[in-house]
């Protein structure tokens, strides 16, 4: 049975509890039972945690080799600032579905730019908390060696 690890950020821990206008009611916890939910139909194993220190982030990263088959990350704000998670994205050689809840191409300019995303197999933007499931079945297709070009 494929292994997917779902790998949370700075101050998610807050969600549907702080600025419900911009990340909507939705806690995390909601969001973990959602993907635990659609783990089960995928018949995939899943881990899912959150860390507001970027190291934490990057030991996770380094300690999903051999663990996990690929991650979903929202680095929240470190995907705008963190050459470090990109180095450890890039060094582990594992798929990485980038996700963030809103699109961040659509709000202040420097939340456009991702280091996270050229070393990531794709973004999932704006979607809320469905986007953490349309990461799940993407990275399942990819682990599934689906032939689709892109993935
Ligand atoms: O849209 C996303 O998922 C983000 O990764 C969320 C980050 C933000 O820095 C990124 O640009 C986009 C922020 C997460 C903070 O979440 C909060 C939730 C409730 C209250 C305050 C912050």
Redesign the pocket.
Known sequence: MKSLAILNGP??N??G???PEI?GRTTLNDIEVMCRTHAERLGVELAFSQSNHEGELVEAIHAAVGTHDGLIL????Y??TSVALRDAIASVGLPVVEV???N?HA?EAF?HHSHIAPVALGQI?GFGATGYVLAMDALASHLSGATDAAT
Do not use: D, E, K, V
């Open positions: 101050n998610l807050l969600l509890r702080r600025q990340y929202n680095a929240g704000a995907t705008h963030h809840l809103s961040i709000r939340r933007c």
